[in-house]
């Protein structure tokens, strides 16, 4: 039998490894994710992957600037920038190869002369990011390079968090908690809707939050049946209920939250429609383990607000990823066959929204275990426990 030839880019690949890990033993989390693109591009046969998404470079380099590119090749890595940069880059990354452009050097020109250096004849660009006048211009310049979409492969990685992304999770989801509390602890029937956004924001950056994961969502009464209301001078005291959905950026990773604030009577049809959603959201939590399909965590809840007789008022999924942004991969939703895998953390947010009268919708952040799940977020959810003063 003839012997099979290794393929050169995994001999490189497991070169530049050794390498790394001779220079530094433990190889950092960040070189490790990147060896993990190498691999699956290997698998693809393509020699190197353009990263043009700010968020998926951060994630690949822990650089946390933007305006830049990485170029994961078969035995380097090149961080594209620019000498703004040069300072931070040195701290954040200090074992890549920087590619450093000048004020007069445009990044179409400077990146297609860096790969006509690196001479690769295969070369993936993320296709979910490039623009098309850019994958054309670059087309255009490298006359002898194939270049391949290759449609979330960052993404795939990032699905899964580590134990340091998990640690950072739960700290933006304390920081959301604690600006929660201020804030509740403060509402007065005079304010405003986008006073308590603002005051959101203020709370998080006290608790050590470098701002929120997203404009926060405050709905009072009506303005509820909008899953996505931007605050307006509507007072808190115009209903009986106001819909918060918040979340925290600690730094990198994100929080994201939603609850119902009671400030004035429970009527018997907050009870009915707020009792419906609480059992759906419990119901879809308890179902989230290991090998569970995401569009299967969805058909819980789905199925008990539809036999409640809303199903028609729930008109989105039931939740996302997040991490580094705020919808990420994976998604909880009908038609997606992803599995659950443990270190995915998903938003569980089931909705009903009644126009002319409100919506209610309780989000939590969840972790998927080894075993099944745990619930990141703290804040309380009965009923009673959401009466303000």
């Known amino acids: ?53 700010f968020t998926n470079v951060s994630y690949l380099t822990g650089f946390t ?38 004020p007069s050097q445009q990044m179409l020109p400077f990146v297609s002369k860096l790969l006509s250096q690196v001479k690769i004849s295969t070369l993936g660009v993320e296709a979910r990011s490039m623009t098309i006048a850019f994958y054309v211009d670059l087309r255009e310049a490298l006359k002898n ?8 492969l960052v993404e795939k990685l990032r699905m899964i968090k580590d134990k340091d992304e998990i640690a950072r999770t739960r700290v933006a989801c304390d920081q959301a908690r604690r600006a929660f509390e201020v804030v509740r602890a403060s509402l007065t029937p005079e304010m405003t809707e986008l006073q308590v956004a603002a005051d959101l924001e203020y709370q998080a950056r006290r608790f050590g939050g470098i701002g929120m994961s997203f404009p926060p969502i405050v709905a009072v009464g009506a303005r509820a049946a909008l899953p996505h209301a931007s605050p307006t001078t509507q007072q808190i005291g115009a209903a009986d209920f106001t819909l918060i959905d918040w979340g925290v950026n600690e730094g990198l990773y994100v929080s994201d939250l939603t609850r119902i604030l009671v400030t004035g009577k429970i009527s018997p049809k907050l009870r009915k429609v707020y009792g419906v959603v609480l059992k759906a959201q419990l119901a879809a939590i308890k179902a989230i383990r290991p090998g569970v399909i995401c569009e299967a965590v969805d058909r819980v ?27 990420e991969a994976p998604r909880l939703s009908q038609g997606q066959t992803t599995v659950l895998a443990p270190g995915m953390i998903v938003t569980v947010e089931p909705g009903i929204y009644l126009p002319g009268w409100g919506g209610v919708r309780i989000e939590d952040d969840i972790l998927v275990t080894r075993n099944g799940h745990e619930v990141l977020t703290s804040v309380p959810k009965q009923l009673e426990e959401c009466l303000v003063g």
């Open 301 to 327: 809840a789905r199925g008990i607000i539809s036999k409640a007789g809303y199903g028609k008022r729930f008109g989105h999924g039931l939740g996302h990823g997040t991490g580094l942004d705020i919808h």
């Open 1 to 53: 039998m003839q012997a099979t030839r290794p393929h050169p880019i995994l001999v490189a690949r497991s070169t530049l490894t050794q390498r790394l890990q001779l220079e530094n033993p433990t190889m950092s989390r960040f070189a490790q994710r990147r060896d993990k693109i190498r691999r699956m591009l290997a698998k693809q046969g393509v020699e190197a992957l353009l990263v043009t998404n």
């Open 145 to 152: 390079c194939e270049l391949v979409p290759a449609r979330g």
């Open 65 to 102: 600037g933007d305006d830049s590119y990485l170029l994961v090749a078969a035995d380097q890595d090149y961080l594209i920038s620019d000498q703004r940069y040069t300072t931070q880059l040195g701290e954040e990354c200090p074992d890549l190869e920087l590619s450093i452009r000048g």
